[in-house]
């Protein structure tokens, strides 16, 4: 009787056992479809835009109205744009594609910035005109060939899964058709990229890969980053652990990782080779019941950065998320504030400690400038903005606008009605350079 029983429940959890691999096996498939259907979609869209890019880039070549020439370019900028949103879609984050997504935003780049200029005072140069043939020839070459690769993929019914499962394996498969096609896509457009000095796309990639050029002081050992990084965390850390990398990239730096063995903590670190100077700093740990204020942070961030020696900086953002206080500081030099100058950090309000700072871009920007001085005044710059906006403050700033350049403006910040807004008036010529909304204090749900 019990030896029946027993045989019974083993046959209903065999079965059971059975059936819930079934489903499992059933779920894996349908997820694998969807990402393989996702993948397709992608592949075939990119082919296509790059078909109608080229074909636009073409037509552009043959206008010379100003009525026609703007809205062409305009969808040059949108098509070339999309390809980039494409290839983005595409397993090919462990493949080096950057070449051929530098191209597509160049041209992006470039046919935004001349389509939104008068093209009746400024016409199309010989420069510009030279750069769009340029772009022309180029896209053919990747039509060409990402029309091949098509063509292999339905001949074949090739799967992007495979490339995927591929790329993260590191397998070394010299027969996989979709990979060798995208290799020789990129291989091309650097070849082309090399032999042509395209004087738009040359000032793209520059713009683009400028890394950190204008860092001061020696090259450091791994031993010196050690130090360094000792004495820039506020733990007592151990097993303190040097990695150099960015090897052949725009800077060189090390990675640095520690531990808090009092509190068990792990924290880690980048410090440039160039002058030893912290990039940024990372310890995750759970932060308990707030001890201190946000005010109180603020301070706390203020002295951590004097303590290391950055200087002249000004609080631009601060904000509080659970329990941690998030705070940005830019340069200001002489009442103006540097924007492209920025730190953020963060830190804990249980103890007011320093558990993230990030220099990045402030290392990447800051240098010695001289700040024009505006031709336009502070009230001839407020009457460009929105009558019904209501002025708090305004004060002088430098901004980089979308090219990448740095843009001298009077800063205002104001409301309209219930919404508070930081606007951008270029101090040059009054133009509008940038309007931001700034976010509302998040509403509190209670449970009722």
């Known amino acids: ?236 850390v151990k097993d303190i652990n040097v990695t150099k990398n960015g090897d052949g990239s725009s800077y060189e730096f090390y990675s640095v990782s520690m531990h808090d063995k009092k509190n068990n903590i792990d924290l880690n670190m980048d410090i440039t080779k160039k002058g030893g100077h912290p990039i940024y700093l990372v310890q995750n740990r759970d932060i308990k019941e707030n001890k201190i204020s946000l005010n109180d942070a603020t301070n706390k961030a203020r002295n951590f950065l004097e303590k290391h020696g950055f200087k002249d900086l000004d609080l631009f953002e601060s904000a509080q998320y659970d329990n941690v206080g998030v705070f940005s500081f830019v340069s200001i030099y002489n009442g103006v504030r540097i924007y492209p100058d920025a730190i953020r950090m963060k830190v804990a309000l249980d103890n007011g400690e320093v558990i993230g700072f990030s220099a990045r871009d402030y290392l990447a920007a800051h240098k010695k400038r001289e700040i024009p001085k505006p031709k336009i005044t502070r009230d001839d710059a407020a009457k460009k903005l929105n009558p019904s906006l209501e002025v708090q403050e305004d004060r002088l700033a430098l901004i980089m606008n979308e090219f990448g350049e740095e843009i001298l403006c009077y800063e205002f910040l104001g409301t309209i009605d219930e919404d508070s807004y930081r606007i951008f008036i270029n101090a040059e010529n009054g133009s509008e350079e940038k309007v931001e909304k700034l976010k509302n204090p998040e509403p509190i749900f209670q449970e009722v």
Do not use: C
């Open 1 to 236: 009787m019990i030896r029946g029983i027993l045989i019974g429940l083993l046959t209903v959890a065999v079965v059971g056992t059975g059936y819930w691999g079934y489903k499992e096996h059933q779920e894996k498939d349908a997820v694998l479809i969807q990402a393989e259907n996702n993948y397709q979609r992608a592949f075939h869209d990119l082919t296509y835009k790059i078909d109608q890019l080229h074909d636009q880039i073409g037509a552009t070549l043959a206008m010379n109205s100003k009525d026609s020439l703007s809205p062409a370019l305009v969808d040059v900028w949108r098509l070339s744009s999309e390809a980039q949103s494409n290839v983005g879609q595409l397993p090919l984050t462990l493949l080096p594609f950057n070449k051929t997504e530098e191209f597509l935003a160049g041209i992006s780049d470039f046919t935004y910035r001349t389509a939104v200029r008068d093209l009746d005072n400024e016409p199309l140069s010989d420069d510009e005109y030279k750069s769009l043939k340029s772009m022309y020839k180029q896209s053919a070459n990747i039509q060409e060939e990402l029309r091949n690769v098509q063509h292999l993929v339905i001949e074949n019914n090739l799967r992007w899964m495979d490339v995927e499962l591929a790329l993260a394996s590191g397998q070394k498969q010299m027969d996989n058709t979709i990979i060798d096609g995208f290799k020789t896509v990129e291989e091309n457009v650097g070849a082309y990229s090399e032999a042509n000095s395209d004087p738009t796309l040359t000032m793209m990639k520059t713009n683009a890969a400028k890394g950190f050029n204008h860092l001061e002081g020696k090259e450091i050992t791994s031993k010196e980053a050690k130090q360094i990084a000792k004495q820039f965390v506020e733990n007592g």
